[in-house]
């Protein structure tokens, strides 16, 4: 199974320093849940790790089965087994969840694909887009409709979950994944999470200031990243501490970081 490896990650952004030593291992199979307060740098993170340009990596590696993820273009990335949720632009016209999803299913079965050719055939992606819509329990026109066009905060996470689901990449990176959505939403979307989990051995990494998205995908690792550091690594005993007691005592025990 392959390793995520993120080691000494610095980030700076408008060459503010925001990530300031980031370590954190993720095996294929396990889920992980990364906590902390608005501001400790959680989005960072992940944007560093999908290549976002505004994001500057100005120290430490992060590798995927050794191979260096930094120097990848975002495409690359992907075809490397990593997934970030909100990768695609807000909207696309004219271009249909279902369009979007055979040319990324494509890109990522058939890394050597040149653009406009070898898509996967239509008859076979339709009969796979269908079984994995209906095992989500999604309706089967939702692949009709545009791209994030008029989608509420529910569909667009839906979205994101069909897009898991076809794409079954080694590891996935959640960010914020139950914001803005109902409690029912937040179970529907967390149970397809789960699903796709179990099913493909997704290393997963949930973002999240909340625990309420834990109640449902359930971490057995838990970090606290706090100015720009992870200072606590644990179990889910950490995800009830902080329903409890909230963050107070993260600022309390770590004042240098804030
Ligand atoms: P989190 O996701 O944990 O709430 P972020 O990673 O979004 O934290 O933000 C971490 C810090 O980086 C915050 O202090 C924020 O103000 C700053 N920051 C985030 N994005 C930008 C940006 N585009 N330009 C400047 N500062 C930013
Ligand atoms: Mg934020
Ligand atoms: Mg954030």
Redesign the pocket.
């Known amino acids: 199974s392959k390793v995520l490896q993120i080691s000494n990650l610095h980030v700076a ?2 060459g ?1 320093e ?1 990530l300031k030593g980031v370590d954190l291992t993720i095996r294929q199979g396990e889920v992980h849940a990364l906590m ?10 992940s ?1 560093a790790l999908m290549g976002h340009p ?1 994001y500057e990596v100005t120290e430490g590696t992060a590798t995927l089965d050794g191979q260096d993820i930094l120097e990848m273009e975002a495409d690359e990335r992907a075809k490397a087994g990593l997934f970030l949720a909100f990768q695609y632009p807000t909207s696309i016209p004219g271009v249909t969840v279902a369009n979007f999803l055979r040319h990324a299913v494509s890109n990522v079965r058939n890394p050597d694909r040149k653009e406009g050719e070898d898509l996967i055939s239509m008859r076979e992606f339709r009969k796979e887009l269908r079984e994995q819509m209906d095992e989500l329990g999604m309706d089967p026109e939702f692949a009709r409709r545009y791209l994030n066009e008029g989608f509420s905060g529910g569909e667009k996470k839906r979205a994101e979950v069909l897009q898991l689901a076809m794409l079954r990449p080694a590891f996935a990176i959640l ?2 994944t139950d914001s803005g959505l109902d409690i029912d939403a937040v179970r529907v979307v967390s149970e397809g999470v789960n699903k796709v989990a179990a099913k493909v051995s997704t290393g997963i990494l949930v ?1 999240t ?1 909340y625990q309420r998205i834990l109640n449902y995908i359930k971490p057995g690792f838990v970090h606290i ?1 706090f100015g ?1 550091r992870i200072v606590e690594n644990g179990g889910s005993e950490l995800v009830d501490l902080l329903e409890r007691e909230g963050y107070d005592w993260v600022r309390a025990k770590y004042p240098e970081a804030a």
Do not use: M, R
Request: aromatic fraction near 4%; charge should be negative.
């Open positions: 952004i408008d503010k925001i902390g307060p608005n501001g400790s740098g959680k989005s960072t993170l944007y505004n960010d914020e973002i200031h990243l720009g």
